[in-house]
């Protein structure tokens, strides 16, 4: 697979990651690298890539708590501590192996510290691959408010490597699956289709899905780097779906939903409001109910759990003078940006989730 260049940056596939990575340190000529890992990369993932690196730079490892929960301002400023107690300076290369939380923290650490460090991306989880790969969005949530604080940054170089994926659990593949369905809802119904079997996909073929799904993101994100008009489509199901996974994150007596799981949820939710109010055909939002259920199964939520959620909705990042702006879709492929949805419809969509 070729190298795709996006955002100043460099991704790179599987054979090419190491031999471009080792090329890469050779030329820079960093002062000191370090290696931002959590305790699971760590383990399952770190003696791999150390095993493929090739340098005589000196290397230290800052490891963090895994999950969500830790992505935190906190987990930053013990970040940036152990790098500064570690004498990194500004040609100092920080490389981070991990899923989505790693890269958006790492990225937002190395892009804050000393004004802006080198940084690397190695992502080792489905959902960092398709999904924070590529955009250079970094940065962390503010309570249970996800990712509100951050910066656009572009890492040197996004090593995609899909060797890292037999490290996964079965979830977390169905989290970052999610992403790439929603490629194909806002792309082209052509991919979408791709995935209404799983039972006939393959490994070669989930690594020509990844990377059709990274050329898909760059495409939008390169015509929008900042988010100013088409790269909104990339929220797609993200309106609700970031409230719900805010709202299970918070709630004890929920259990916490993975990304990419509350992200099914929000998807089948903007389907139907799509349908009442863009005129997206009832019969694939019917079909897109039936798949993403089929492939993810169903999430309780209760009436009482209504209104908590949509008042989560005033705290979503696409929002402006007062208003809570959705992606809706026209068609398959054909996305429908700032779109102003009445909190009836909201009602009505959750109920169509319960049914």
Same mark, same amino acid.
């Given at each position: 697979?070729?190298? !795709? ?6 991704? /790179? ?10 090329? /890469? ?57 152990? &790098? ?11 490389? %981070? ?7 958006? &923290? ?14 690397? %991306?190695?992502?080792?989880? &489905? ?7 590529? $955009?250079?969005?970094? $940065? ?65 073929? &989930? ?8 050329? !898909? #993101? ?19 199901? /993200? ?19 993975? /990304?990419?799981?509350? !992200? ?28 993403? #259920? ?62």
């Amino acid at each position: 697979m070729d190298s !795709i260049t996006a955002n100043n940056g460099i991704i /790179h596939f599987n054979d090419t990651c190491f031999p471009s990575i080792n090329q /890469h340190l050779k030329k820079k000529n960093f002062s000191k690298i370090f290696i931002l890992v959590d305790e699971n990369t760590h383990e399952n993932c770190l003696p791999y890539f150390l095993s493929k690196l090739e340098t005589d730079t000196a290397i230290e490892i800052i490891e963090i708590e895994a999950g969500e929960i830790h992505k935190t301002i906190d987990t930053c400023v013990g970040v940036w501590n152990t &790098l500064s107690e570690l004498d990194a300076d500004r040609k100092s290369l920080l490389i %981070n192996i991990g899923g989505g939380v790693i890269t958006d &923290l790492g990225g937002f650490v190395a892009s804050t510290f000393k004004r802006g460090i080198a940084y690397i %991306n190695v992502p080792t989880s &489905l959902l960092a691959m398709v999904d924070a790969s590529v $955009g250079g969005k970094t $940065g962390v949530d503010l309570g249970h408010l996800k990712n509100q604080i951050g910066v656009i940054s572009t890492p040197d170089i996004v090593l995609i490597d899909t060797q890292f994926l037999n490290t996964l659990p079965q979830n977390q593949m169905r989290s970052g699956l999610a992403e790439m369905l929603k490629h194909g809802l806002i792309s082209n119904a052509s991919y979408w289709n791709k995935f209404k079997d799983l039972s006939k996909l393959t490994l070669d073929d &989930l690594d020509t899905l990844i990377y059709e799904s990274v050329l !898909i #993101k760059k495409h939008v994100v390169d015509a929008d780097p900042f988010e100013n008009g088409l790269r909104k489509t990339l929220n797609y199901g /993200h309106t609700l779906g970031h409230a719900i996974e805010s709202y299970f994150l918070s709630n004890p007596d929920k259990t916490t939903l993975l /990304h990419g799981e509350a !992200i099914v949820i929000g998807m089948v939710l903007a389907s139907y409001i799509s349908t009442e109010l863009a005129g997206f055909p009832k019969e694939t939002t019917l079909e897109i109910k039936n798949i993403l #259920k089929g492939h993810y199964g169903h999430v309780e939520i209760t009436k009482d759990d209504y209104p908590k959620i949509m008042d989560l909705l005033k705290y979503d990042k696409k929002n402006y003078h007062g208003n809570i702006n959705f992606v809706l879709l026209e068609a398959i492929g054909k996305p429908k940006i700032d779109c102003l949805v009445e909190d009836k419809i909201i009602l009505d969509a959750f109920e169509f989730y319960a049914g």
